[in-house]
């Protein structure tokens, strides 16, 4: 894939989370797509769609769906409007952690979140 991929064209209007995983889905049905060198074009969507969620649900998807794709996933680059976006998504990709099922109720004391 020579050009960023164009989030614009793949998201549509719902909730963060479940935009992010139909992100995912659509880059994950496309053959040509290099993980290793994607970049993706979000400058176009709404800054209210940009957040953490959104984001997760990518990743959550990508982890659910094709977990070998998980680390390189996480080091796509993305094209954002503003640098508090870009550090921002660089945190959250570098602080993701799949989903185990359970949540602060159910896990043993002292695990990892």
């Given at each position: 894939?020579?050009?960023?991929?164009?989030?614009?064209?793949?998201?549509?209007?719902?909730?963060?989370?479940?935009?992010?995983?139909?992100l995912s889905k659509a880059l994950l049905?496309?053959?040509?797509?290099?993980?290793?060198?994607?970049?993706?074009?979000?400058?176009?969507?709404?800054?209210?769609?940009?957040?953490?969620?959104?984001?997760?649900?990518?990743?959550?998807?990508?982890?659910?769906?094709?977990?070998?794709?998980?680390?390189?996933?996480?080091?796509?680059?993305?094209?954002?409007?503003?640098?508090?976006?870009?550090?921002?998504?660089?945190?959250?990709?570098?602080?993701?952690?799949?989903?185990?099922?359970?949540?602060?109720?159910?896990?043993?004391?002292?695990?990892?979140?």
């Amino acid at each position: 894939m020579g050009m960023p991929a164009n989030a614009r064209k793949l998201v549509g209007y719902g909730l963060p989370s479940e935009e992010g995983r139909n992100l995912s889905k659509a880059l994950l049905a496309t053959a040509d797509i290099s993980w290793t060198e994607l970049e993706i074009d979000a400058r176009g969507l709404s800054p209210g769609l940009l957040i953490s969620a959104f984001f997760n649900g990518f990743l959550e998807n990508i982890q659910e769906n094709r977990p070998a794709l998980l680390r390189k996933a996480k080091r796509v680059k993305w094209h954002l409007s503003f640098q508090f976006q870009e550090e921002n998504v660089a945190r959250w990709m570098r602080n993701f952690r799949p989903s185990d099922g359970q949540d602060a109720k159910t896990r043993k004391p002292g695990a990892d979140p």
